[in-house]
């Protein structure tokens, strides 16, 4: 009995022991799981004009991503979309203010038709994206070309966004809030274009 007793002590820091090696084991593989995907999200963003944004705005997304080129341009297509729309809803309030000047509630009126032309652009990209499926070929390339026309004018589009809020005659927060936003959007998008061109480059 006595025996037992001066046994559980050591027992019970065995069991600690076996324990905290299983919770660094754990720990350790998934580290290195998320590791693996975020190191291909990083190294794919290189190609990119913004890198540390494609970096941060996709890397939430690693576990999705995995190491697939695909999903990734499908997913900063996603990102795009998403940015582009939380724009046109804060544009959206900001026209809605009382004591707008003229040149301000034209501004952001042409805002608002460029970046939901944005959307509906970036939008078809993405179920054009979805459904490629194993295309192929010709089929492939025509789908891919489709893409690359769609975002390449929402980028125009979102960029004559961000210059109707050029100049001396637009100042304070009106302007710097929604340049900000815009160009952010327009970051993210050309990092999709990136990627894609990259996607279809690759397969």
Request: with cysteine.
């Amino acid at each position: 009995l006595l025996y037992s007793y001066l046994q559980q002590p050591f027992l019970m820091a065995a069991l600690k022991l076996i324990l905290l090696a299983a919770f660094l084991f754990l720990f350790n593989f998934t580290a290195n799981s998320t590791a693996l995907p975020t190191s291909f999200i990083k190294s794919s963003c290189k190609i990119t004009t913004y890198p540390q944004v494609c970096v941060t705005s996709l890397a939430v997304y690693a576990p999705t991503i995995k190491r697939s080129p695909q999903q990734l341009a499908q997913t900063a297509l996603s990102v795009s979309l998403d940015r582009a729309q939380s724009a046109h809803t804060f544009i959206t309030k900001l026209n809605k203010f009382k004591g707008l000047k003229p040149r301000e509630y034209a501004a952001l009126k042409d805002c608002l038709e460029e970046m939901s032309e944005t959307i509906d652009r970036i939008n078809k990209s993405v179920k054009e994206l979805q459904s490629m499926g194993s295309a192929r070929g010709k089929d492939f390339q025509w789908r891919m070309s489709n893409i690359e026309t769609w975002i390449s004018a929402a980028i125009t589009n979102e960029n004559t966004c961000a210059d109707g809020f050029a100049g001396r005659a637009l100042n304070g927060r009106i302007k710097s809030s929604i340049r900000a936003r815009v160009t952010h959007v327009t970051q993210v998008t050309s990092n999709a274009l990136a990627l894609i061109n990259q996607f279809a480059a690759k397969h």
